[in-house]
């Protein structure tokens, strides 16, 4: 009896196999005489990245680049995950995604619980007005007056670029109110669109926003930014990771993948009415609102990426290496925030989150015809911008951003003479003062209210000059970027209750650098 079930459960065991090899067959076999019919029979498989909707994403998920793919053997399929940064990363580890994008801030937070499963082969773009910390006028003019306009709701988008903004604004401009703890103040939003409305409503006094709900917040007489990413450098930096395990398994798809995406890039460049077509019929904008979005984004060409970004030149040629500048600064930054206690880099190494060997290959077997680009397209913004001289009635018509967070600047006592401990600290400063080139800044020098108030004023002129002088001999800012004030003693903090008198004065001393620019 036994033997006879054992022989009828076999049977059924063999007959469902059958039936399931049998439907895996036909299925199998349909496949194939679909692809070896058509022209899918080139078709070598399916790369998938994860993307979000920012618009600088746009260029690598076109009609023209999955084009571009396939005419190499692969298809293209980029996936919006919604801006789930946690998943993405997970989905890259796991091996369901080839590639993906993300700002250098959300890769260095959210790949970490994943050990860094990919490496940057390219930085796509960066953001220059596609971001912005705007507010209502009535409750805040700049970044300074946070300081003392008491409680402020903040709404944003947790995790997002935007919401990166507001940690480096906090970070360099030591306003901690941007990043409120009470539930109260800090209104965590499903996107820009429901910050706006919230902004607009008045039930938030602050809002980070993205584009096209920048532009209009701004057609609002009640709102004024205080500061948008159109005025920053290496603070929102998108980038294309490739997954470890696929960059093993097939690097000669990531050089064709790279060599297609610059090829459209320069073609959208060339032709921009193209890019403004697709776009607006993509998205659904109207011109206006698509314009807006463009001119929030500045993209990043091939020659951008060797030469700027990754230290690749030709014989003779000079490079920079900004990409390691900017993980370290966003390291500095998360740090302050509270993200991080220490670099989550592995073995504190940056080089272990690149791989450039990609662009080197690019570079040097000449896939180029990519000039330098008109605006939008990688353009100049590496090199610094030639400041205008002004007089004493030009600074004085400049409208002001925000001071920059610095710690107390030591001068040896009755001198203008730098210490050790200062120029350290005015290193930092120039390092911030990278993120903000557009801004020129004003220097102001102040001492005690003891002693001889003129010699006061003409101290703390030479303490202004000399932080002056050694941005511009150190860092070689330009000079007529820079403007030193002496104020003495006129312009006293207040005492703070229960302080010392002793640390009271020891807090008059100080240089501020205020951040400052043309009347928008």
């Known amino acids: 009896m036994n033997k006879r079930l054992t022989g009828f459960f076999l049977l059924l065991l063999i007959g469902a196999l059958l039936l399931f090899g049998g439907k895996y067959l036909r299925s199998y076999l349909s496949d194939r005489n679909q692809r070896v019919t058509s022209d899918a029979v080139h078709t070598k498989g399916t790369i998938r990245v994860a993307v979000d909707s920012w618009i600088g994403y746009f260029p690598l998920c076109s009609s023209e680049m999955k084009g571009e ?63 912005a910390i705007v507010a209502r006028r009535d409750k805040v003019a700049n970044l300074d007056a946070i300081r003392t306009a008491g409680d402020l709701r903040v709404a944003f988008t947790p995790n997002s670029p935007s919401h990166y903004l507001l940690k480096a604004a906090a970070n360099h401009f030591d306003l901690p109110a941007l990043l409120p703890v009470r539930s109260d103040l800090r209104l965590e939003m499903e996107g820009s669109n429901k910050a706006l409305a919230k902004l607009l409503a008045g039930t938030t006094d602050i809002a980070v926003l993205w584009e096209p709900d920048v532009s209009k917040a701004l057609t609002e007489k009640a709102i004024t930014k205080l500061l948008g990413t159109e005025e920053t450098e290496r603070l929102i930096v998108d980038i294309l990771i490739a997954g470890r395990k696929f960059m093993q398994r097939q690097p000669e798809v990531i050089s064709q993948f790279l060599a297609a995406y610059f090829k459209v ?132 018509a400049l409208t002001d951003v925000g001071t920059l967070k610095l710690k107390p600047i030591i001068f040896q006592h009755g001198s203008s003479e730098l210490d050790l401990l200062a120029g350290l600290e005015l290193d930092s400063a120039a390092e911030k003062l990278t993120h903000y080139p557009n801004f020129r800044v ?79």
Request: overall charge negative; some cysteine.
């Open 442 to 520: 004003i220097i102001k020098g102040h001492t005690g209210t003891r002693g001889d108030a003129q010699e006061n004023m003409l101290l703390s002129q030479r303490r202004a000059e000399g932080v002056a002088e050694f941005l511009r001999t150190r860092h070689g800012i330009d000079d007529n970027r820079l403007h030193a004030v002496g104020f003495g003693g006129s312009k006293p903090l207040p005492q703070i209750s229960g302080e010392s008198l002793r640390a009271f004065e020891q807090r008059l001393l100080r240089v501020e650098m205020i951040l400052v620019r043309e009347e928008m």
């Open 69 to 131: 793919m396939h005419r190499v053997g692969w298809l293209l399929q980029c996936v919006d995950d919604k801006g789930d940064y946690q998943g993405r990363m997970a989905g890259l580890a796991e091996g369901k995604y080839e590639m993906v994008v993300a700002t250098v801030d959300s890769y260095l937070l959210n790949g970490k619980n994943h050990d860094y499963p990919g490496a940057i082969v390219a930085v796509l773009d960066e953001s220059k007005g596609g971001d």
């Open 265 to 396: 890039l320069k073609k959208f460049r060339d032709d921009p009415d193209l890019l403004q077509r697709e776009v607006m019929a993509e998205t659904r904008l109207d011109k206006d609102a698509t314009k807006a979005m463009l001119k929030g984004v500045v993209w990043q060409s091939l020659i951008d990426n060797c030469e700027k970004w990754f230290g690749i030149a030709g014989p003779g040629g000079k490079a920079e290496e900004r990409i390691i500048p900017t993980l370290d600064s966003t390291v500095e930054i998360l740090k302050e925030s509270g993200d991080f206690r220490e670099s989550p880099i592995p073995g504190k190494d940056n080089y272990r989150l690149l791989k450039r060997s990609f662009l080197e290959e690019l570079y040097t077997s000449g896939v180029s015809g990519f000039t330098k680009a008109r605006s939008g397209f990688g353009s100049d913004s590496s090199v610094p911008p030639a400041f205008s001289p002004l007089d004493a009635r030009g600074w004085a």
